[in-house]
């Protein structure tokens, strides 16, 4: 990168600071984001980053890519033994975005930190219930599994709910027909969500408040467990099943909750990372199979 590169970067960052601090009125961050793109330096650096960030939260956009350049500058700053200064910009960072909270999903006021987490406790447990009654098993997954499992309870910065619903199917072809049908059954019996998350794989229920519920495919071929995303026969059955009750919630989770934990989250998963980025291209790669069949299964509805 030369030094007119550097001098433009510093330049956005310095335009993006402007405007969050109200010294200008106008901000056109589609313009300027491409143009930041275009100066993406190899390998990145900490001025490349941190204006990055800036541009996306001037404007709120993009909050999944804005976590994930969050955690490539923790690491940054970390590898130069500048954690303060990290920290100092995650915090300037806050006062900006207040009173909203960056999370994965989105630019929030809705926190589980914030918010009555009896009544999305409670909403699971009927849900859980619910499911039960349509025959099906389903656990605690992926976040909200990871906080009652680390922590005792909900995560303060997450900001949705994860249940995984058992199959009874067999393969990852007939675990596509199936789920593809139960998304008919749970717009019949009312419990799917208006929400849609763009996927097929992963179903909306109904959200408490402001607070969505993502439900997850699980199915067990041979002794092999299946878990989209995360879980691609990484585990044995005796890993899943049987389901035991957390100490915690009183709900369903595995049989072997470290294990799925350290497949979803790596092996630091006991260590709150609020930007961990989870690897999705390389997991979508394991399960195209199945994304696959849903997507064709859906068209023939």
């Known amino acids: ?53 800036l541009v996306r939260v001037a404007k709120r956009t993009q909050p999944t890519r804005t976590v994930n350049l969050m955690g490539m500058l ?40 914030e918010a009555n ?4 406790l409670n909403h699971i447990g009927q849900l859980l219930e619910r499911l039960e009654g349509m025959g099906y098993q389903a656990f605690l997954n992926s976040g909200t599994l990871l906080g009652v499992v680390r922590e005792g309870r909900l ?14 199917a067999r393969t990852g072809t007939e675990a596509a027909r199936e789920w593809v049908a139960l998304l008919t059954q749970l717009k019949n019996i ?25 439900l997850f495919p699980c199915w067990i071929d041979g002794d092999k467990v299946f878990v989209y995303p995360h879980t691609f026969g990484d585990l044995e ?22 294990s799925m934990l350290e497949i979803n989250y790596g092996a630091n998963w006991r260590i709150s990372d609020p930007y961990f980025i989870f690897p999705w291209p390389q997991q979508k790669r394991l399960f195209q199979a199945f994304i696959a069949d849903t997507e064709v299964s859906v068209d023939n509805i």
Do not use: C
């Not at 954690?83 to 960056?102: N, R, S, T």
């Open 1 to 53: 990168m030369n030094n007119d590169d550097e001098e433009e970067i510093q330049n956005i960052r310095e335009t993006a600071l402007n405007y969050l601090n109200g010294k200008a009125e106008r901000f056109r961050t589609h313009r300027i984001s491409k143009r930041l793109d275009e100066l993406q330096p190899k390998p990145i650096t900490i001025e490349w980053l941190e204006a990055a960030i």
């Open 74 to 113: 923790t690491k940054k700053r970390a590898e130069q033994g500048e954690v303060q200064k990290f920290k100092d910009f995650e915090d300037q960072i806050a006062l900006y975005l207040h009173p909203y909270y960056l999370t994965h999903h989105a630019y929030t006021k809705a926190r589980f930190s």
């Open 117 to 120: 987490n009896t009544l999305a």
């Open 155 to 168: 995560i303060e910065h997450d900001d949705d709910i994860d249940l995984a619903i058992i199959l009874k």
């Open 190 to 214: 009312g419990l799917l969500g208006e929400a849609s998350s763009g996927q097929n794989q992963i179903y909306k229920l109904n959200s408490v408040g402001e607070f969505e519920v993502d």
């Open 237 to 258: 059955r005796s890993q899943l099943l049987p389901l035991q009750k957390d100490a915690a919630s009183g709900y369903p989770i595995p049989a072997d909750p470290n």
